[in-house]
DNA sequence: GTACTTGCAAACGCTTTGCACTCTC
DNA sequence: GAGAGTGCAAAGCGTTTGCAAGTAC
């Protein structure tokens, strides 16, 4: 478990390659949200990135921000989260380890968690009921230890 | 752990109290998409309610059902939840022990799961960042028996 | 040269809201 | 009768899509 976290230029190839296979093009505009998104760390929206983004390249629509976001998901280099707001997000998706979000309810702060334990439990939780797992998300809200002590 | 579930009519009557204390009315229309609630089971669109509110009463608005569902929940008589498919379901709110989702995402049947073990983990994993729980949701994503079947 | 891509603006689906009217307490 | 609630239609939000022009391969 765990390969360490592959290099920029790594993750460009890889790119390029799902690009390839799907027999689609690489063009400037993907290169730079994919860079801009490598580059950026958290829980993105489309919107974050697309503010990033029109920095290096005002010309650049928001529509393919979202297209291209959609590609980076499918192939795996990024994650989609949803943490119930109504917005899309997006982390990387090289964490090999599956991992779960701690999300202060009165700051938005978010931990990224991870226990093997409940992982396994999942697994046979969902085996009892016959079900084969192909993903989960667990979100846990509460209050950060900071926003308890201003409380 | 776990009374028994409420009476269609001591639901009546919490509703009518919840809206008591926050100084709001009971109205035909409250009461008769509490009825419809109380009276489906699963988990329930806005719009899925509507429908069968229409039924009763075609006068009833579809803005008035969004409303009424929000106190619902905010009453407890409700629980919203969250299937990542970008409309909000309800659920009945009585359930006192906690559950989560397993979903099939192929013909989107899903089961209701619960694991005290696992709570038991979500809490101390939250404890040991230092975050006090106020909810969490854990949805299960798979295939399940019957997809599998006719694979 | 042939798809595939782009930016734009319009359309989308779910949800909320402003309003004039109506009703509950 | 004062304050809430209603239905309607319009607006809001994040996201998707149709299109004509542009570009990677």
Redesign the pocket.
Same mark, same amino acid.
């Given at each position: 478990m765990g390969k360490k976290n592959p290099t920029l230029s790594e993750q460009r190839a890889a790119f390029r390659d799902y690009?390839a296979r799907?027999?689609?093009?690489?063009?400037?505009?993907?290169m730079r949200i994919l860079d801009a998104f490598l580059a950026s760390q958290g829980h993105m929206?489309?919107?974050d990135l697309y503010h990033r983004v029109k920095k290096a390249?005002p010309?650049?629509?928001? $529509?393919?921000v979202?297209?291209?976001l959609?590609l980076l998901a499918d192939s795996g280099i990024a994650q989609e989260v949803d943490f119930s707001e109504?917005? $899309?997000r997006y982390e990387h998706g090289f964490h090999q380890e599956h991992h779960d979000h701690l999300i202060c309810t009165r700051c938005r702060t978010t931990v990224e968690v991870s226990d093997e334990e409940i992982e396994r439990l999942q697994e046979s939780l969902a085996a009892k009921h016959g079900f084969r797992l192909t993903g989960h998300s667990m979100c846990l809200y509460g209050i950060c230890p900071r926003c308890r002590a201003t409380d």
């Open positions: 690009l799907k027999q689609l093009k690489m063009t400037p505009q993907r929206t489309s919107e390249d010309t650049v629509g928001q $529509a393919t979202y297209r291209t959609k109504g917005v $899309a």
